[in-house]
């Protein structure tokens, strides 16, 4: 059997067939929109330092920095309250670019963590909102454009080197311990100043622990400098970005959300084919394969393709001899040279008998004939269709 055959896959109902094929159909759409609409890593513009993306914005190569650099580092996904009684001074709590959600808790928190001396690292304008102390210079607007830092002094995150960031505010000291670390045009975009027993350390930008920016200039030695000694226990905040406090959240932006369109479609086919399989049983209606025109095409392609014309001729002679010897008694053992069959024909057909004879014998000698040609035997089945013709009219009713 050919591979292509409809048996081969075991589907003989044309219906079965054509589901068959609009589900491949749906199936290859499918596979198209998924590859055409799936989002692109490279276009991952989320400003937001978080430190499981690999984004450029994001800071995964900064937390995985510190733990290959010997610190003690974990994520903090719940709220800060619920590890305050962990913190002390030996603990470095950074909060990148926070969402201003839960303000007022979130500042009585950062200020109970400096109170037991735990050093906290805050960027952005949000950040500044946190801290105690924390004023920004409404007055002027900051550039958006890379600056390159200049530093302020002689302490240990001013000798950080050569920084660089955009910074998206700037810093108006109101307290004289509040010292300036770097300038941008001569604003302060990097302060430090003690508060409670702790330390607060303030970047315009998170731009210095971001994946593109740690690895600018010396950028890593002022996000290094601004962690403190290796023995110090980092905690990094993610419970003010929000929307990482579920399992699901890792599913955003990945093709992962998709799988809800497909399960939809697989439903539909389920219930599609279940419905179709379970509903009334009705036959099949049955066709018949016998129609005259249907008939008379087909058995006359067979005789053309395979070039049997003396058969078709043969077929038609021995049709007319059985109708011969049940009508008129005459028997179908005489040949067609027999005189008998010429009395028997005279019999019944008088003067037309001759002629009646001469077309069995001529019929006779081209069944067995080979290369007969198509005019010759079409002659000869059109003269044993006028003979049945007189036979038919010599019929007398009983």
Known sequence: MSPLAPGWIGISDPRDRKLLIGCGVLVAILIVALAFFSPSRQEDKDPTPF????????????????IKSGYTVERQNAPLSEIIDRIDKHTTLVIAEPYMQDVVQTRSTVKEALDRGAR?????????????????????????????AEPNGFGEIANSGKVQMPPAAYWQPTQPLQWVEYTCNGQPIVMRYASGKGEVIWWANSFPLENIGLQRVDNLALFLNSIGPVSNHVVWDESLHGDLRSLWSYANGTPVQLIW??????????????SRRSGPLRPDPVISRATPLEFVHSLGSLYQKAGATNVAVAIAYQRYRHQLEKQFAVAHSLSAQNPALLQALTNRFAAGAPAIQKHLLACENAAGAENLPAREALALVQALHDDEALLSAKIMPE
């Open 120 to 148: 906290v690292l805050v960027t952005g304008p949000s950040g500044a909102l946190l801290v105690p102390g924390g004023n920004l210079d409404l007055r002027s607007l900051p550039i958006q454009a890379i600056c390159d």
């Open 51 to 66: 430190s499981y993306s690999t984004a450029e914005h994001g800071a995964k190569a900064a937390f995985e920095l510190l």
């Open 261 to 274: 369109g497909q399960l939809a479609l697989i439903a539909l086919l389920l219930l599609f084919s279940y």
